[in-house]
T-cell receptor, first 113, second 114 residues
Framework: QKEVEQNSGPLSVPEGAIASLNCTYSDRGSQSFFWYRQYSGKSPELIMSIYSNGDKEDGRFTAQLNKASQYVSLLIRDSQPSDSATYLCAVNPSGAGSYQLTFGKGTKLSVIP | DGGITQSPKYLFRKEGQNVTLSCEQNLNHDAMYWYRQDPGQGLRLIYYSQIVNDFQKGDIAEGYSVSREKKESFPLTVTSAQKNPTAFYLC?????????????FGNGTRLTVT
């Protein structure tokens, strides 16, 4: 059973701080990794994808991947109250089709004004 | 604008009734998926289809059925055999030709069965 683990939170950070969200996965052969943001009552929205070791930056978001340690993280700089949501980590094991995408249960982030 | 349309947004049914959730996409994606989300749980795959007239069971297919007669459409029927049908249902699609593509989600249908 391929697993994706996230701390459920809630993770509370003050406005303007850096929020750090972490995700570990069990399949060492995993090749693609995604972060989705899900507001309460809404559907997931893709915010970052990463495929290679290292950092990938997009605006205030940075995804970090370490395949040797089997973790992927998402940093949100200058956190805003509008960033308050649940963040889902998704991993595609061993380069299989997208139907094998495995989701974590999500980390709830609360940004305090 | 291209996207995935799920309807209705909210659906209420009595126990014992079948109900069909609609999913239409105009992204020209080959693959489509149905997921179920329960509070505090990850997304669980119900069914997926990679081409027209073909679909495969996911992790929790029991009590559900699908069809894929057109590329744009992938309706999900929740049958009376599904023991706990109340959930948030998400339809998704992914573009052709790449294994590592992310999923694009519709806005979801919240089904309540009493």
């Amino acid at each position: 059973q391929k697993e994706v683990e996230q701390n459920s939170g809630p993770l509370s950070v003050p406005e303007g701080a850096i929020a750090s969200l972490n995700c570990t996965y069990s399949d060492r052969g995993s090749q693609s990794f995604f972060w989705y943001r899900q507001y309460s009552g809404k559907s997931p929205e893709l915010i970052m994808s990463i495929y290679s070791n290292g950092d990938k930056e997009d605006g205030r978001f940075t995804a970090q991947l370490n395949k040797a340690s089997q973790y992927v993280s998402l940093l949100i700089r200058d956190s805003q109250p509008s960033d308050s949501a649940t963040y889902l980590c998704a991993v595609n094991p061993s380069g299989a089709g997208s139907y094998q995408l495995t989701f974590g249960k999500g980390t709830k982030l609360s940004v305090i004004p | 604008d291209g996207g995935i349309t799920q309807s209705p947004k909210y659906l209420f049914r009595k126990e014992g009734q079948n109900v069909t959730l609609s999913c239409e996409q105009n992204l020209n994606h080959d693959a489509m998926y149905w997921y179920r989300q329960d509070p505090g749980q990850g997304l669980r795959l119900i069914y997926y289809s990679q081409i027209v007239n073909d679909f495969q069971k996911g992790d929790i297919a029991e009590g559900y059925s699908v069809s894929r007669e057109k590329k744009e459409s992938f309706p999900l029927t929740v049958t009376s055999a599904q023991k706990n049908p109340t959930a948030f249902y998400l339809c998704a699609s992914s573009p052709p030709g790449t294994r590592n593509s992310p999923l694009h989600f519709g806005n979801g249908t919240r089904l309540t069965v009493t």
